[in-house]
């Protein structure tokens, strides 16, 4: 039985996850929620480097992964944040799965690092 959702998937720490890079093992899919625009670069990162895609958002969304669509408000939000987070380089990406993070009123688990410098009232959770 599936938890409920329970934190926000930045691209990095599902990377982190599949790679078995450091902190990936901190990673829980189970009650994990991710935008669709965090899933794209996760899956363009595994194009990239020749990594089987073909069943890996079924057997993803199986260990309990939820991807989201990416709604008006939530884009909306990304876009009011470029504002609030332009001196620490935050991608597009990174911006939506900030607003969903806080939309959904839910902490977001990131492996980069620069984050700790947001302020945007949402929990940032570092894998490393």
Known sequence: MKRERERVLDAS???AFLHEEPGGQQVDLDGSVMSAVNWSEVFAKCLAYGIEVEGLRDELEALGLVIEPLDAQTAERAAELLSKTRSLGLSLG?????????RLGLPVVTADRTWRKVQIGVEIRLIR
């Open 94 to 102: 990174d911006r939506v799965c900030l607003a969903l993070g806080e």
């Open 13 to 15: 720490a599902l990377l």
